[in-house]
C-alpha cells in the first residue's frame, strides 16, 4: 500500500486553514483590516484552505479504499469485462 500524497497535503492544508480560520474570527472587526478594504482575508483565507484540504484529503482516503481493477495482460481494459 503506497501513500496518496493528497492525504499529508489535504492535512497540512486542514491544519493551516483551521489556524487561519480561528485568527481571522478572533480578530474579526480589528484595525488591521482596514487596510485591506475592511475585508477579513484571513477569515477567507482560512475557509478557502479548509475547503481544499478537506477536499484533498477525502479524495485521497476514497481512492485508497477502491482500487482500480486490474488489466488483462497485452490490452488496457480491466478483467470482468467481457467485450
Do not use: C, Q
Amino acid at each position: 500500500m503506497s501513500l496518496d500524497l493528497r492525504i499529508p497535503l489535504g492535512l497540512m492544508f486542514l491544519i493551516v486553514g483551521a489556524m487561519l480560520s480561528i485568527y481571522g474570527f478572533v480578530t474579526r472587526g480589528s484595525e488591521i483590516y482596514f487596510r485591506s478594504a475592511g475585508m477579513d482575508i484571513n477569515l477567507i483565507w482560512g475557509i478557502v484552505m479548509l475547503v481544499f484540504g478537506l477536499s484533498m484529503f477525502l479524495l485521497g482516503r476514497y481512492s485508497d479504499r477502491h482500487p482500480k481493477a486490474p488489466a488483462v495482460e497485452g490490452t488496457d481494459r480491466p478483467l470482468g469485462h467481457g467485450h
